[in-house]
């Protein structure tokens, strides 16, 4: 009996299906850890607000509500001088802040997402001021 040498046309075709689910497999974790580093983005950028937000309110200043997707151009606390170069902070692509969504009581606040879906099925970040946390 003759022997052959190579591939049957049936080992290629599984080779390549099996090489196909596992590039499918790696390219949805790098697009989940992609929007999560986006979240995590958005997330510290915030945070670094909730203390300006804290010492406005202690110190009998008003909170200008945040609008849009900020450059960095809105002053958290009114009146501004007191708190100089204490502004909104940018955020990443896909979020903008929610409008009129800020509460003066609890100085809660949330931002949304551009449309664009997030992992886990959120579609926006709720910040914390006392608890100094957005999540």
């Known amino acids: 009996m003759k022997r052959k040498n190579g591939f049957t046309l049936i080992e290629i075709l599984i080779v390549v299906a099996i090489i196909a689910i596992l590039v499918t497999v790696i390219l949805v974790s790098v697009n989940q850890s992609r929007a999560n580093a986006r979240i995590n983005s958005a997330k510290t950028s915030l945070r670094t607000s909730l203390p300006v937000i804290v010492s406005c309110k202690d110190s009998g200043g008003n909170v200008n509500t945040p609008s849009g997707t900020e450059t960095g151009t809105n002053p958290i606390c009114n009146p501004a001088g007191n708190f100089n170069g204490a502004y ?21 606040f949330q931002v949304n997402t551009n449309g664009d879906r997030t992992p886990l099925g959120n579609t926006y970040l709720t910040c914390d001021c006392i608890k100094q946390i957005c999540q």
């Open 88 to 108: 909104w902070p940018p955020l990443v692509s896909g979020y903008q802040y929610s409008a009129g969504a800020y509460n003066s009581n609890n100085c809660n």
